[in-house]
């Protein structure tokens, strides 16, 4: 039974740039959460996706923005990067609408230069 | 405002020893509380988590934690810690009744273990 996945595992951008991250889901779970963990830092909630839709967000700009698809994938953009974007991206997934049993994937590290 | 606070940075604890980790929470009611790992290169595993009840929570890797509502904490303990468990561990609240469920971590305290 295949975990959470995300991919890319490493990324390195320029600023200004746009980045697309990508979250596959635990079998079974429809419900996808993103974070962003600076370094020395806990993670942060940016938003959460249940059934394609944005159903909480964090304090994160408009620039930071989501998607989930039909077979409850995930992505998350973000536009316009900036130095402090740098950070591991963190995708967790649940099952049902509100679930307390999120399961982490091992994250993305962007790297904005 | 929701906060989760973790007063120790770094702490070094001798193999075999015992081990606490601090952990308090500010909010409006008693949320919903966790204990996650993160090793190096790894995500976050789940250690244990409290919902309700008795205020003693067993965990994986022979953890547990302690509910304490009067002081707001949620202390973490191993009675005999092992090398493999020198990780990043983090505390974090998730609201009661909310319309989802983010969760707040707090800053992490980093475990070395010393041989």
């Known amino acids: 039974d295949a975990g959470v996945t995300q991919s890319p595992t490493h990324l390195i951008k320029t600023r200004g740039q746009q980045v697309t991250l990508r979250c596959s889901p635990k079998?079974?779970?429809?419900?996808v959460s993103w974070y962003q963990q600076a370094l020395g830092q806990g993670p942060q909630f940016i938003f959460q996706?249940?059934?394609?839709?944005?159903?909480q967000r964090g304090n994160f700009p408009d620039r930071f923005s989501g998607h989930q698809f039909p077979n409850y994938s995930s992505e998350l953009n973000v536009n316009a990067l900036l130095l402090g974007d740098s950070a591991l991206y963190l995708c967790?997934?649940?099952?049902?609408?509100?679930?307390?049993?999120?399961?982490f994937g091992p994250g993305t590290r962007l790297t904005v230069t | 405002a929701q906060s989760v606070t973790q007063p120790d940075i770094h702490i070094t604890v001798s193999e075999g020893a015992s081990l606490e980790l601090r952990c308090n929470y500010s909010?409006?009611?008693?949320?919903?509380l966790f204990w996650y790992v993160q090793s190096p290169g790894q995500g976050l595993q789940l250690l244990l988590k409290?919902?309700?009840?008795?205020?003693l929570v067993q965990g994986i890797k022979g953890f547990e934690a302690e509910f304490k509502r009067s002081q707001s904490s949620f202390n973490l303990r191993k009675p005999s810690v092992h090398w493999s468990d020198a990780a990043e561990y983090f505390c974090?609240?998730?609201?009661?009744?909310?319309?989802?469920?983010?969760?707040?971590f707090g800053s992490g305290t980093r475990l070395s273990i010393r041989p």
């Open positions: 967790a997934s649940s099952e049902g609408r509100i679930s307390y049993e999120q399961y």
């Open positions: 079998s079974g779970h429809d419900t």
């Open positions: 996706y249940y059934e394609e839709e944005e159903r």
């Open positions: 909010y409006g009611a008693t949320p919903y």
């Open positions: 409290y919902f309700s009840g008795d205020t």
């Open positions: 974090a609240v998730s609201p009661q009744y909310s319309s989802a469920s983010k969760i707040i």
